[in-house]
């Protein structure tokens, strides 16, 4: 078990451009997080998925965020026309489904983007 | 209000001490409670889960659980320099969603 991984660890970009980061579970989690964090707050809730499932997205995405889990393995999270109020650590974390005391979520390293 | 609220700290402990950090929540429905610690610039670990009432002790670390407070709170004794983080605690609902709290930062001094 090697954990969750997430590529590239860190990305600087120019204000528009568009950025995708990849996310790979824990092999046997079916459900995968995506949060972004900002200095001096906790992770705040994006999107998951059940297996290649969308099951839930944040009513503070906007239609510029979208992430995909094509075959219920590795994620991505994609930002298109990037502002600088998306410069944050975006994090990705994995479980079991939950099944009464198994929930526990485990965090990748996060990607921290940076729009100039 | 906010769903799962800390006091930020910064909470200074000397080396040897018992750190103690608290935790309410706002959810009656809160099923699941974890603490995470996390370190500058760096992801966060989960130390400790705990789901029913009463205490649950892991090495150094003790959760405590009182749901008719909505109230959770971590211990963690004979602190060393290295526990010196930031600690989220958050709440699971049931569904999807885990609500995190701000975060309490620990100093603890050698």
């Known amino acids: 078990d090697t954990g969750v991984s997430q590529n590239p660890r860190h990305k600087i970009t120019k204000r528009g451009q568009n950025v995708t980061f990849r996310c790979d579970p824990i092999?046997?989690?079916?459900?995968l997080y995506w949060y972004r964090q900002t200095l001096g707050q906790g992770p705040e809730f994006l999107t998951y998925?059940?297996?290649?499932?969308?099951?839930?997205k944040s009513r503070l995405l906007s239609d510029r965020f979208s992430a995909e889990r094509p075959k219920g393995s590795f994620s991505t999270l994609e930002i298109q026309r990037t502002e600088q109020g998306d410069s944050a650590m975006y994090l990705c974390?994995?479980?079991?489904?939950?099944?009464?005391?198994?929930?526990?979520?485990?965090f990748g390293p996060g990607t921290r983007l940076t729009v100039t | 209000q906010k769903e799962v609220e800390q006091n930020s700290g910064p909470l200074s402990v000397p080396e040897g001490a018992i750190a103690s950090l608290n935790c309410t929540y706002s959810?009656?429905?809160?099923?699941?409670f974890f603490w995470y610690r996390q370190y500058s610039g760096k992801s966060p670990e989960l130390i400790m889960s705990?789901?029913?009432?009463g205490d649950k002790e892991d090495g150094r670390f003790t959760a405590q659980l009182n749901k008719a407070s909505q109230y959770v709170s971590l211990l963690i004794r004979d602190s060393q320099p290295s526990d010196s983080a930031t600690y989220l605690c958050?709440?699971?609902?049931?569904?999807?969603?885990?609500?995190f709290g701000a975060g309490t930062r620990l100093f603890v001094k050698a």
């Open positions: 958050a709440t699971y609902t049931g569904g999807f969603k885990t609500i």
């Open positions: 092999s046997e989690h079916n459900r």
């Open positions: 705990i789901y029913s009432n």
């Open positions: 974390a994995s479980s079991l489904v939950w099944t009464g005391e198994n929930y526990e979520q485990y």
């Open positions: 959810d009656r429905g809160s099923q699941s």
């Open positions: 998925f059940q297996n290649e499932a969308q099951l839930e």
